[in-house]
């Protein structure tokens, strides 16, 4: 019964903001640190941005660095990315992932990010 479940993607211009969100159930989420990545259509998957699993420190991609923003609440067992100052480059399916340390072990079923004029 573990489900990640994003949502907030969507069709939005160059410069917009999305802020997308994804829901952890079915498991101890506040030991997890999350990861989102996302793959554009031809493209290897990417990490985008990480956080610890008390949201203490973050990480990001440099192609992402300065203007998106990884952040969690784990009393409501959510995991967020503001995405500001969109780019064409920046239209992929992003994914939420569980990291353990090892590997990540829960995976959402992704959302479409499409930037376009």
């Known amino acids: 019964q573990v489900q990640l479940v994003e949502s907030g993607g969507g069709l939005v211009q160059p410069g917009g903001s999305l802020r997308l969100s994804c829901a952890a159930s079915?498991?101890?989420?506040?030991?997890?640190?999350m990861r989102w990545y996302r793959q554009a259509p031809g493209k290897e998957r990417e990490l985008v941005a990480s956080?610890?699993?008390?949201?203490?420190?973050?990480n990001y991609a440099d192609s992402v660095k300065g203007r998106f923003t990884i952040s969690r609440d784990n009393a409501k067992r959510m995991v967020y990315l503001q995405m500001n100052n969109l780019k064409p480059e920046d239209t992929a399916v992003y994914y939420c992932?569980?990291?353990?340390?090892?590997?990540?072990?829960?995976w959402g079923q992704g959302t479409q990010v499409t930037v376009s004029s």
């Open positions: 992932a569980a990291w353990s340390g090892f590997q990540n072990d829960y």
């Open positions: 079915g498991f101890t989420f506040s030991i997890y640190a």
């Open positions: 956080i610890t699993s008390t949201g203490g420190s973050t």
